[in-house]
């Protein structure tokens, strides 16, 4: 079964601009989360969404949004981006069960400049 | 504030030796608890889950769960070079993942030859 699929892995965006990335999960797994990492905040939770429904976000700034497909892909935007967005995004899969084992996709990595 | 707090290390193991990692959460309705490993430049990969209190045995790892005093544990038996990575402890409040994984800033280990 092929694993988490991110697109791009590497992008480089100004001040200001806005960037858009893509998160395929694993096939039949219907969740879909969010995670920034960073040397100083380690990995922070974004957001998660589930049947095309956002159902929870962490503590970031609304400049941070998502969406999922009904195909069970995922995007994330950021607007106006600051350099302090740069970091290695990470989108996870799960199934909708009890355990939750969440896998990982490779990240996109993103430097602000 | 759900907080998961590890050492940061370096720990250091003689190679063949057990490695003991630790992590403790504050949040007493956590309810699922997970290990992830992470190589230098890659994402995390999900070792083991524990969700109820005792001992979860995989292979030449162990997860060790005390719910009562809020502490999660991963040995490594037989130390090898390459288990050398960050591990994350993770964990969940409730089911389902609305809440998404909370993790600690990981520990480094070293095993050495």
């Known amino acids: 079964k092929a694993g988490v699929t991110q697109t791009p892995r590497y992008l480089i965006k100004t001040r200001g601009q806005q960037v858009t990335l893509s998160c395929s999960p694993i096939s039949g797994h219907r969740s879909v989360s969010w995670y920034q990492q960073t040397p100083g905040q380690g990995l922070q939770f974004l957001f998660e969404?589930?049947?095309?429904?956002?159902?929870n976000k962490g503590n970031f700034p609304g400049r941070f949004s998502g969406r999922q497909f009904s195909n069970s892909r995922s995007e994330m935007n950021v607007s106006t981006l600051e350099l302090g967005d740069s970091a290695l995004y990470l989108c996870?899969?799960?199934?909708?069960?009890?355990?939750?084992?969440?896998?990982f996709g490779p990240g996109t990595r993103l430097t602000v400049t | 504030q759900k907080e998961v707090e590890q050492n940061s290390g370096p720990l250091s193991v003689p190679e063949g030796a057990i490695a003991s990692l630790n992590c403790t959460y504050s949040d007493r309705v956590s309810q699922s608890f997970f290990w992830y490993r992470q190589y230098s430049g890659k994402s995390p990969e999900l070792i083991m889950s524990?969700?109820?209190?005792g001992d979860k045995e995989d292979g030449r790892f162990t997860a060790q769960l005390n719910k009562a005093s809020q502490y999660v544990s991963l040995l490594i038996r037989d130390s090898q070079p390459s288990d050398s990575a960050t591990y994350l402890c993770?964990?969940?409040?409730?089911?389902?993942?609305?809440?998404?994984?909370?993790f600690g800033k990981g520990t480094h280990l070293i095993i050495q030859p």
């Open positions: 993770a964990v969940m409040i409730g089911g389902g993942g609305a809440d998404g994984l909370t």
């Open positions: 524990i969700y109820s209190n």
């Open positions: 969404y589930f049947s095309e429904t956002q159902r």
């Open positions: 996870a899969s799960s199934t909708s069960g009890r355990t939750y084992e969440q896998y």
